[in-house]
């Protein structure tokens, strides 16, 4: 049974990194990232009101929820628009990998907002996390390289982390299905790229059946497939496995960057993003780290006086 957990986590993971190779192509055919995640916000919801469907489930909410859940529609919209606007200034994998940061914000969040231990795990990752940013804002020649990208997917993460902050404190969210709670995340959040179009930017479509086949895919596998995954996974081994596993999206963002959308990746951006995900999985794995950090600290003051 935990195997399967362990594959759903693998799968969730891997899905949700293969953001870039649909987006950047759709990019290359003229599209803006804009109507992008429209369409894939869009194309998300029958999936999403099927699934429901076919579980016997209604979409039914009330005035509270729904307020909610129009400002974390706003959220995630804009955490969307931040990581896929970033793609433009910057290699899609190497972004990909930046956002992971989020764990170690949603950490520093709930122990500064919500009287949480400030875990000494929690600070370690803060100054591995300030090595891996340094690394990546810099190319290996010492030059700054896509800062706008990196402050884009700084937002990005930040907002999602907000997201989570608050999916995990409200009380009026809790009696709600993760499958309903993400319809209207997305239904709200698509005004937000309505809302862009009125104020000017330009509305753009694919060319052909190959981009129809990219903003298909972009709703289909790291949308509905990535959660579906990440939601099955929880339930049978559990969340922090499978954050852990969470470490393959940067991974398969990397990867398929590389090899399908042919982009150059340095030293020095693999060296920063493998510190980011150092930096993560540390704070998942928080528990086990904090009682050998206890151990060390204890241990100090009898080595001192050796």
Known sequence: MKAKGYILAAIAAAAYGTNPAFAVPLYA??????????????????ILAAMMAARGRSLIIGKAEAMQLAVLGVLMAVSSLG????????????????????????????SFFFHEPFRMSTGICLAIMGAGLFMLMK?????????LGVVLVMLSSLTYAMY??????????????????????????????IFAL???????????????????????????????CTTAAINTIGSTPTAIFG???????????????????????IAGGLLIVAATSIVIASGPV????????????RLRRR
């Not at 990232?33 to 919801?45: A, D, G, N, Q, T």
């Not at 009380?171 to 995340?185: I, P």
């Open 29 to 46: 055919d003229g599209m803006n990232p804009v109507c992008v995640l429209l369409f894939r916000y869009i194309f998300s919801l029958p």
């Open 83 to 110: 990581l896929f606007e970033s793609y433009n200034y910057m290699n899609s994998g190497v972004a990909s990998t930046l956002l992971f940061v989020y764990p170690v914000m949603v950490a520093v969040m709930m």
């Open 139 to 147: 190319g290996d020649a010492g030059s700054e390289t896509g800062m």
């Open 164 to 193: 989570l902050v608050m999916t995990n404190v409200s009380k009026v969210l809790h009696g709600v299905s993760t499958l309903k709670m993400l319809f209207y995340v997305i239904l709200f959040g698509s005004s937000v790229f």
């Open 198 to 228: 009125l104020l000017g930017t330009p509305f753009t479509v694919p060319s052909g059946i190959g981009g129809w086949i990219n903003l298909a895919a972009l709703a289909l596998i790291p949308t509905v497939l990535s959660l579906g």
């Open 247 to 269: 470490a393959l999206e940067p991974v398969t963002a990397v990867v398929l960057s590389v090899v399908l959308l042919g982009q150059d990746i340095t030293g020095r951006e």
């Open 290 to 301: 904090d009682k050998v950090l206890l151990r060390v600290k204890k241990m100090l003051p």
